[in-house]
């Protein structure tokens, strides 16, 4: 089976930082992604990582770490725009997902 | 456009009235999934498809049937709907499923009375 743990809600400044962890367990480990989504609107793409590191896209970084199960989304100069909620995704034909991390960011 | 479209965008119906929501994607992807979402509880997976003609549940699959009779289409089933069914559903399609992106369709947001 498969368990993801995030923290449910986090609250920033604008043009603030914010790190949003993701612990996880599973039997068989095929990269973890990340999905914005905000609300009543459909889940869309923000990262997938495979290996440990980190990647940079743009404002965002995702930071991988198989041996501890581990995963972090780093959102860098918070825009009101990115309040949302992020997911983080185990994937595989039965997809397992995060209960969420809704972000507000305040002015 | 690639993309997933569902619809309804939103039904309301009484329960027991029997309906179908439509899932099609443009992008030629094996892999298609139906979730639902509830405050609190996150998306949890209703039914996946690897392929035309296969289907498996996935974790809440009860009181929904689907079908793949064609790679496009992906409608999900409720013969009975119920108030407890009244949710968010999403469809998502991949090239296969596995380590591949998904694709999210705008949702149908359920209400049964």
């Known amino acids: 089976g498969q368990n993801i743990d995030q923290p449910t809600e986090m609250t920033a400044t604008e043009g603030a930082i914010v790190q949003i962890n993701c612990t996880y367990q599973?039997?068989?480990?095929?990269?973890l992604f990340w999905y914005q989504q905000h609300a009543g609107e459909a889940p869309t793409f923000l990262s997938y990582n495979v290996l440990d590191g980190l990647e940079e896209k743009g404002r965002f970084s995702s930071f991988l770490s198989r041996s501890k199960g581990y995963s972090y989304l780093l959102l860098k100069e918070l825009q009101m725009k990115d309040s949302a909620s992020y997911l983080c995704v185990l994937p595989g034909y039965k997809l397992s997902f995060g209960a969420g991390t809704t972000v507000t960011v305040r002015a | 456009e690639a993309q997933v479209t569902q619809n309804p965008r939103y039904l309301i119906t009484v329960t027991g009235k029997k309906l179908t929501v439509t899932c099609s994607q443009n992008m030629n992807h094996e892999y298609m999934s139906w979730y639902r979402q509830d405050p609190g509880l996150g998306l949890r997976q209703i039914y996946y498809?690897?392929?035309?003609?296969?289907?498996d549940k996935g974790d809440v699959p009860e009181g929904y049937k689907v079908s793949r009779k064609e790679k496009r289409n992906f409608p999900l089933i409720l013969e009975s709907p119920s108030p407890n069914q009244t949710s968010l559903y999403f469809c998502?399609?991949?090239?296969?499923?596995?380590?591949?992106?998904?694709?999210f369709g705008s949702g149908t947001r359920l209400t049964v009375v």
């Open positions: 498809s690897m392929n035309v003609e296969v289907t």
């Open positions: 998502a399609s991949s090239l296969s499923g596995g380590n591949y992106g998904y694709t």
């Open positions: 599973t039997s068989g480990f095929n990269g």
